[in-house]
């Protein structure tokens, strides 16, 4: 999934539930807060990096034998990548989470050709996902743009983007796919009139940056798939931290399960006979 989609529901409502909550203030986006994302970034690719180095294993989930049991079994386990879910950076709020799931019966073409089809993940990701298409497509790298939007606390929140996707295979058995946003921008009274879409970094700040982590590895008939999805929205007030908390866990967690079933779901749904060409298709 790529994974610029995946914690999209959760992330939006957290921010709504964060706005309804809190004082009205301005919410653009700082220098200072985008260099903080940017070190945070680096360092989760320096953790891929050390698993493509055998410092630790490939897959989150071989990391423990209950999630590993749990993921044989049918379940999905998500956990907090950091602390929990959460880092305060300045200005705002960092997100960052990781679940898995196993397909049975998937190899690692039937998996791209979902997770690489951005055209059609409007489909595959809907309702949250409005509409997709691909903007530029090589044999690695893909170039993509979505509009999404969640409904929470009576306020209907609405993002356009663009997305860069960049895939390794790694062997016969395993790959990785990195993902980030380029531009993401609010979409003001959406559905109403006076729609218009606001400029980068300004608005209620309900996501301002995405960045995503995909992992798999074929094997014992199918395809393990995990993914770790960290996002920077604005921050949460302290005076109602205490309360949106146990929110925030509970968003993040069930919109990463929802994200993973729908991919397993999207998988067993096509034909293997479509092959990778889908990567590249509006």
């Given at each position: 999934?790529?994974?610029?989609?995946?914690?999209?529901?959760?992330?939006?409502?957290?921010?709504?539930?964060?706005?309804?909550?809190?004082?009205?203030?301005?919410?653009?986006?700082?220098?200072?807060?985008?260099?903080?994302?940017?070190?945070?970034?680096?360092?989760?690719?320096?953790?891929?990096?050390?698993?493509?180095?055998?410092?630790?294993?490939?897959?989150?989930?071989?990391?423990?034998?209950?999630?590993?049991?749990?993921?044989?079994?049918?379940?999905?386990?998500?956990?907090?990548?950091?602390?929990?879910?959460?880092?305060?950076?300045?200005?705002?709020?960092?997100?960052?989470?990781?679940?898995?799931?196993?397909?049975?019966?998937?190899?690692?073409?039937?998996?791209?050709?979902?997770?690489?089809?951005?055209?059609?993940?409007?489909?595959?990701?809907?309702?949250?996902?409005?509409?997709?298409?691909?903007?530029?497509?090589?044999?690695?790298?893909?170039?993509?743009?979505?509009?999404?939007?969640?409904?929470?606390?009576?306020?209907?929140?609405?993002?356009?983007?663009?997305?860069?996707?960049?895939?390794?295979?790694v062997d016969a058995r395993?790959?990785?796919?990195?993902?980030?946003?380029?531009?993401?921008?609010e979409i003001e009274n959406?559905?109403?009139?006076?729609?218009?879409?606001?400029?980068?970094?300004?608005?209620?700040?309900?996501?301002?940056?995405?960045?995503?982590?995909?992992?798999?590895?074929?094997?014992?008939?199918?395809?393990?798939?995990?993914?770790?999805?960290?996002?920077?929205?604005?921050?949460?007030?302290?005076?109602?931290?205490?309360?949106?908390?146990?929110?925030?866990?509970?968003?993040?967690?069930?919109?990463?399960?929802?994200?993973?079933?729908?991919?397993?779901?999207?998988?067993?749904?096509?034909?293997?006979?479509?092959?990778?060409?889908?990567?590249?298709?509006?």
């Amino acid at each position: 999934m790529s994974r610029s989609i995946i914690t999209t529901n959760a992330l939006v409502a957290i921010a709504l539930f964060a706005a309804a909550s809190a004082p009205a203030h301005a919410n653009d986006l700082q220098q200072e807060t985008i260099n903080a994302w940017n070190a945070y970034v680096r360092t989760a690719d320096l953790r891929m990096k050390d698993r493509l180095d055998s410092k630790t294993s490939f897959l989150w989930t071989d990391e423990s034998t209950d999630r590993k049991q749990r993921v044989g079994r049918g379940e999905i386990p998500v956990a907090p990548a950091v602390s929990h879910g959460t880092q305060k950076v300045p200005n705002g709020l960092i997100h960052h989470w990781i679940g898995g799931i196993f397909i049975p019966g998937a190899t690692i073409e039937s998996l791209s050709v979902v997770s690489q089809n951005y055209g059609a993940y409007k489909d595959f990701y809907k309702p949250v996902v409005v509409d997709s298409r691909v903007m530029a497509c090589t044999s690695d790298d893909q170039r993509f743009w979505m509009r999404w939007q969640n409904k929470a606390l009576f306020v209907t929140a609405a993002i356009e983007g663009q997305y860069q996707a960049h895939h390794v295979r790694v062997d016969a058995r395993r790959g990785y796919e990195i993902a980030d946003s380029l531009q993401v921008q609010e979409i003001e009274n959406y559905g109403r009139a006076g729609q218009r879409l606001l400029p980068p970094g300004t608005g209620n700040g309900y996501i301002w940056r995405v960045h995503s982590i995909a992992r798999y590895e074929e094997r014992d008939g199918g395809v393990d798939l995990e993914l770790e999805a960290i996002a920077l929205t604005r921050d949460i007030p302290v005076s109602v931290r205490w309360l949106v908390n146990p929110i925030v866990n509970h968003l993040s967690i069930n919109s990463l399960v929802t994200t993973l079933q729908q991919t397993k779901d999207a998988v067993n749904s096509l034909q293997p006979a479509h092959g990778e060409g889908a990567r590249c298709a509006n």
